[in-house]
């Protein structure tokens, strides 16, 4: 059973490091948001483990707060956000 949660904390370490990536490297806001989602999820879906793991339930109540929390945050970025600017794709000179 040892293997399965390493396994685990691997694909978890994994899945947190490929959307950090998508976060600091997306081209637009609403990529970042999405990143951000996602690593919020990744981070609940690791508590999760760690309350399985360690036969724990009392780390599920942050699980729930930044559940909570996570959902308003993105409903509030989504409902103000200011759309990008454009940037020109050609050399110089082009308009």
Do not use: H, K, N
């Not at 996602?38 to 009392?58: E, H, K, N, R």
């Not at 409903?75 to 000179?93: H, Q, T």
């Amino acid at each position: 059973m040892s293997y399965v949660w390493t396994i685990t904390g691997v694909l978890i370490s994994a899945a947190a490091l490929v959307t950090m990536y998508r976060m600091l490297a997306g081209p637009s806001t609403l990529d970042r948001l999405v990143a951000l989602d996602t690593l919020t999820a990744v981070t609940m879906c690791g508590i999760g483990t760690w309350a399985a793991f360690s036969q724990d339930s009392t780390v599920t109540y942050p699980m729930a707060a930044i559940a909570l929390i996570s959902f308003v945050g993105t409903i509030s970025v989504a409902r103000f956000r200011v759309r990008d600017v454009e940037r020109p794709r050609g050399g110089r000179g082009t308009q």
